[in-house]
Structures are given as C-alpha cells and as structure tokens.
C-alpha cells in the first residue's frame, strides 16, 4: 500500500455530489456516437454550469446541450474528427484542465484519489478498447471508483448517465493513452464568444481543400474539409471500376454515411438554434441549407444501408449503380457545406466588432 491511502488529506470516500437538481434524460437518445461531448454535456451539468432549467428549477439533461458541444468540439464539422484541445467546451462552463502523462496502474487510484477529493472529476481514456471513464467519486481509499464509463458509437451507453447514482468500478488500470482532470475555478466563457470562435474555425474546417496531417487518408474515417469528399468519391469510383461485390459493411460506406449524418444533424440544430437566438437571417439560411445537407446524408446513408428498413428498388440496383447515387449525393454534400460555410462567413463578418 502507499502512503496517501491513510494521509490525513485524502479522505477514505468521497464523491463530487451535482451543484443543482438535474431533471431525468429528455430528447433523443440518437444520435449519442461521439464521446467527447457526453462528456462535456455532463461535467456542466455536474457543476451546475447548464443554462437550460426547467420549471421545477431543476437542470434539464436534455440532447441540445449535447449538439452545442459537438459543435464546440468540432465534430459536427468533420468526419470522426475532434479538436486535439478542448478549451472552448471546458470554458464555458468555467472548467479548466490538466492533461496528464499515461500513468502506471497502480497509479491511476492516487490521481483519482487526490484530484477528486479536491472537487475535481477526472476523465480517463483507455488505450486498447472503444471505452473512456469520467470520474466523480470513490470508495475504499480508490480501490472502488464512482462514475460513467463511455464508449465511442454506443448512444444509448452515452446518454444514459446518473450524476446521482454513479456506476462502480473495481479495477480500471488502463493502459491509458488520456487523462484529463478539470477544475472549477474559473467564470464561464461567454456562450456567444465561444459559438463565433467555434464557428469561425468550422467554417475553416468546411472549406479546407487540402487534406489535414491529421487526416487517415486511407481509410477516410478521420478529417475534415473537401479534400476528405475528393477522396470518399475517389474509393468509391474506384470501387466501381473494379467492380466490387463487397458493399455494406466496407469502407467508405459503413459506417461513414451515418457518420457524416450525425455530425451535421448536430451542426443544423445548433445552426437553428443559434439563427433563432441572434435572429440573423444569414444564420438562419445556413440552417436552412444544412438541414438539406442532412437529409442528403440520410439519403445516402439509406442508400448504403441492407437491412428490413431499406428501399427494396434500391435493393434491386447493382452495386455499381448504388455507388454511384453515392457519388452524386457527396458532390451535392460538397457543394452544400461550401454554401453553408459561406453565410455563417457573412453572419461572422457582419456581427464583428469594430
């Protein structure tokens, strides 16, 4: 045993207890994929930094909150991609963040022990599996840890937290490849500050032409920006000259249709929201446009898919032929996202302070 499990300091049990009531999970429970912003969606309502309340008073968990921060994340303007740095989803909830080294196993009850005891809730990323950990409690001096554990794809995993009634876990030893620790210690960021600089770096993301160096080229799952369209519709031709029988359940089809329908289902719901809260008709027509863009998405993701749901005359089609609806609906996509990116430009330009 080490020493800090009976330092004076570090108390045997303890758990971060919500700040505020918080009503039970109201929305849609699809789609929850991606991870980071649960994660965030949480920790505000954990520290009572959510803005939505219900008539009781009480905090609402409801799915928009979970858009904003795919939008703040950068999410809902890629393909499977994040911002390395999540600085604007911390901020305006007034968290900041600590980012620690991958530690050994027999290290990993200290960190929680000694930053959770002090109000601060650790977020913990395993190395080799799908899942992540957000931590706002403990038992037994660590040896049992209270919280949420998260897994990238798995709504309804994501959505279905308790801040109230946390999991337990026994024994997480990683490998861990990310460890944040956060720290309520400052004044939230203005929403409206972080929504323009999220949307000015969107609107970078939505018309970068050249492919980014953090982009998997290969296998177009991870990027942003045409150049990951030039290289969707360049596998897919490819695939049609080639003839391929493989369809569904290859790249570039699954799961990256749905993927991209997702993302910009969070995107057009902040977009309408935001358009309504600034009553800026630039705004609104990029909601407008994405909610197209959507519903393309849903299109060919419907195209892709082969199940009891699917059209049986897309069934009837060859798989050339659907490859091709694939094609035309991701130039349509193309030009959409370069649409949508030039009114938020106006919306930003128009609104800048002088």
């Not at 009503?23 to 699809?30: N, R, T």
């Not at 290290?107 to 977020?123: D, F, H, L, P």
């Not at 177009?220 to 369209?229: E, L, M, R, S």
């Amino acid at each position: 045993m080490n020493d800090y499990r009976t330092a004076p300091k570090v108390p045997n049990e303890f758990i971060i207890k919500p700040v505020r009531s918080i009503e039970a999970f109201s929305g849609e429970a699809w789609p929850f994929s991606n991870v980071k912003p649960a994660v965030f969606a949480a920790l505000g309502l954990l520290y009572g930094k959510t803005e939505k309340v219900g008539n009781t008073g009480a905090l609402i968990y409801s799915d928009m909150e979970y858009s904003v921060q795919n939008v703040l994340t950068g999410y809902a303007f890629g393909l499977f991609y994040c911002m390395p740095e999540p600085v604007l989803s911390a901020a305006i909830y007034g968290l900041s963040f600590t980012q620690l080294q991958s530690p050994d196993a027999d290290e990993v009850e200290k960190i929680v022990t000694e930053t959770v005891s002090q109000g601060n809730a650790v977020y913990m990323i395993e190395s080799e599996t799908p899942f992540s950990y957000l931590i706002w409690g403990y038992r037994n001096h660590g040896e049992i840890l209270l919280g949420h554990k998260f897994e990238e794809g798995n709504d309804g995993m994501n959505c279905a937290l308790n801040l109230d009634k946390p999991a337990e876990f026994s024994s997480l030893e990683g490998p861990f490849k990310e460890i944040l620790v956060f720290h309520p210690n400052s004044e939230p960021y203005s929403r409206d500050d972080a929504y323009r600089e999220a949307l000015t770096r969107g609107v970078q993301m939505l018309t970068e032409t050249e492919p980014p160096k953090e982009m998997d080229f290969a296998k177009v799952h991870y990027g942003y920006g045409q150049a990951i369209y030039d290289e969707w519709i360049r596998q897919l031709d490819q695939a049609n000259k080639e003839k391929k029988e493989a369809f569904y359940f290859t790249s570039p089809i699954f799961p990256h249709f749905i993927a991209l329908l997702e993302n910009r289902t969070h995107l057009y719901k902040f977009l309408k929201l935001y358009a309504e809260m600034k009553a800026d008709k630039s705004l609104a027509k990029a909601a407008e446009l994405c909610e197209k863009l959507k519903n393309n998405a849903e299109n060919g993701a419907q195209i892709g898919f082969e199940n009891e749901w699917s059209d049986p005359k897309i069934l009837a089609l060859s798989n050339n032929e659907r490859r091709s609806m694939l094609i035309d609906t991701l130039l349509e996509c193309r030009s959409l996202e370069l649409e949508i990116a030039a009114y938020i430009k106006v919306y930003l330009e128009n609104t800048e302070t002088k």
